[in-house]
């Protein structure tokens, strides 16, 4: 009989009450350290206090419009979101599926707009990840997500990852866009290069066409900067953020230039819930915090710290640990294990993970981790490692 629930996730065994700034707590008191968040959603941990009191106060006020109104809370988080990025504006959303949709329409609708219809194809990178609508299973192209679900919408031309020669001769009189992730994260935790992500900016400036970013969990602050681009001294035209912009609370947005978004009109896009009060009072109060002054500072020293840890893991247990990937606070285990084995040592350690593609076991601490806790999550990881090896037979 089918679980009242749709069983579409291979959920761990065990369910929580309460959270504490890096902590999850069963009902019987188990702690639990939190090296998840959520899969980068709670970027500053669970109940952080400004949050909490965000959400409650507005919670008193007012819940939900629809955007047949004005919104007052979504101006202001678009005027700060443009303000500290690239962007000229904004389309709020609930999630990063929807972020990303909204993007590729705009690419599509930038051309048509400018009397090319016919330029609607985007180049995307093979092991990508774009979320699970019809459209961005499509975009992301892992056979995986697309089984059973034919026919894949059309639109999307993938090359490998990281070839410049690739993506230049994938361009065509057809190509709208150049869809990319500066870090895999569903597939990998694999870096784009500066000089790769540099070099997409010039062809996208040579033909006339647009770069697309994929920023819903590389963004907001997660590698040390507000956008993981950033570091690569290049501007996307079109990006999609959301995870750890409302540190919880379901909100997507897409980010784009005045030129971008040109194309968009009253009408072609919508969102019943998007850029509803609740998730733009929390949404604000995310970027209260992320950006005080010396906050993604301290991000920066907390990721070279957990890198140099990390170096040291896979040193100690070779056997285990093929290689760390990712930047800041965005890491990942490649395993010589199947890395569901080193998830589940983990768990049996109180230390949660996640499963990413390509064998690894991704670390994604909220951003407010202590140098105290990533101690503790390395001695857990070194624990579980050390027990895998045992069970396989090897010296730690």
Not at 135 to 150: M, N, R, S, V, Y
Request: charge should be negative; charged fraction near 20%.
């Amino acid at each position: 009989m089918v679980s009242a629930v749709l069983p579409t996730y291979a959920r761990m065994p065990v369910a929580f009450e309460r959270g504490e700034g890096a902590y999850l707590y069963t009902a019987e008191g188990e702690p639990y350290l939190d090296f998840g968040a959520g899969i980068a959603v709670n970027a500053l941990g669970h109940r952080h206090p400004h949050l909490v009191e965000a959400l409650k106060r507005q919670a008193d006020k007012i819940w939900h419009t629809s955007n047949l109104y004005q919104v007052p809370g979504q101006e202001r988080l678009a005027e700060r979101l443009v303000a500290a990025s690239f962007a000229d504006t904004v389309f709020f959303c609930n999630s990063g599926a929807e972020a990303l949709e909204c993007a590729i329409k705009m690419a599509r609708r930038y051309h048509w707009a400018k009397g090319a219809p016919g330029r609607y194809r985007i180049i995307t990178l093979e092991g990508a990840f774009h979320g699970r609508t019809l459209a961005t299973i499509a975009a992301g192209g892992q056979k995986k997500h697309l089984e059973g679900f034919d026919p894949v919408v059309d639109g999307f031309d993938q090359v490998p990852f990281g070839q410049l020669d690739a993506v230049k001769n994938a361009i065509g009189p057809e190509t709208a866009g150049i869809l990319v992730e500066p870090i895999q994260g569903e597939g990998g935790l694999r870096t784009c290069s500066p000089a790769f992500l540099r070099g997409l900016r010039a062809l996208c400036d040579e033909h006339g066409i647009l770069l697309l970013m994929d920023e819903v969990q590389c963004g907001m602050g997660r590698t040390g900067k507000l956008f993981a681009h950033e570091w690569a001294g290049v501007t996307p035209d079109i990006l999609g953020v959301a995870k750890g912009l409302g540190g919880g609370f379901p909100i997507g947005a897409c980010l784009a230039t005045e030129q971008a978004a040109s194309g968009m009109s009253v009408g072609s896009h919508g969102s019943t819930f998007g850029g509803n009060p609740l998730a733009m009072a929390v949404a604000n109060a995310v970027l209260d915090v992320v950006l005080e002054e010396g906050f993604l500072e301290q991000v920066q020293d907390k990721s070279r710290k957990l890198a140099q840890k990390l170096a040291q893991l896979q040193d100690e247990h070779a056997t285990v640990i093929e290689a760390v990937r990712g930047d800041g606070l965005m890491r990942a285990l490649k395993c010589k294990v199947p890395n569901q084995d080193l998830i589940s040592a983990c768990f049996e350690e109180q230390l949660l993970t996640v499963a990413g593609g390509d064998n690894v076991v991704r670390l994604l601490p909220p951003l407010i981790i202590s140098d105290e806790q990533i101690d503790d999550a390395v001695g857990r990881l070194s624990r579980a490692c050390k027990t895998l090896a045992q069970v396989n037979g090897h010296q730690a």
